[in-house]
């Protein structure tokens, strides 16, 4: 089914589809604990969807990616299972430095949150990788890494205090289009996917996704496949997006 499905997400006009999709990535515990696995173990099925998708999402013509990787409330998370996730998110890191879709997709890699937060080792490599790519603009990917849209506003507004201070900033010249500039990612996602069967918002993006469009999936994120990809792709241009009309 992918072919035929890709061919008609390929037909959209580019105003139809979207150019920014993001997702959040729910589901990796419970599809584990299904299986009769520790319920850590899911996240590294996850792992290698989010790899396939960066290839799903090129080919659909997609022009940015968000991932909501790991929320600040998973910091909370069992040491042991914090742990596992540490060691598998570096070890993805190390393999994408030398990743050839950075270069063949010109793909640009961004690390958004309070990523101050991680050990020092993994803040050099996330540097490292947003370094090697900062050039590269055809394809944009974002991991929200200890990441909360509240927190992100909070900072935000922590970044324009001294600016207003000095002047710079005042409340004629202050607008949300300015505003946006002192946010983790100033650009909005047209589409927002959850799976995993929960309906909620969760603290992700809550500033730039005010009129994206949302679609819930019921399957776990290490269930999600291209066809379901594309079928959201596909959904998404058959919506009527009104924006305030």
Known sequence: MSDELIDVVKKIPAEKKPAHVAIILDGNRRFAKRLNLDPWKGHEW?????QKLLDWSKDAGIKELTFYALSLQNFNRPKQEFDYILKLFLDAA???LDDKRLETYNLRIRFIGRINLFPKNIQELMNK???KTKNNS???VNFAMAYGGREEILDAVKKIIPQIKKGIIT???LSDKMFSKFLYLEDEPDLII?????KRTSNFLLWQSFYSEWIFLD????EFEKDDFLNCIIEYSNRERRIGK
Do not use: A, Q, S
Not at 46 to 50: I, P
Not at 219 to 222: A, D, I, L, S, V
């Open 46 to 50: 996850g792992e290698k969807k989010v």
């Open 94 to 96: 190390e393999k994408l």
């Open 129 to 131: 990788i947003m370094e």
């Open 138 to 140: 055809d394809y944009i």
């Open 171 to 173: 409340g004629d010249n």
């Open 194 to 198: 959850r799976t995993g069967g929960e």
């Open 219 to 222: 399957k776990f994120w290490p």
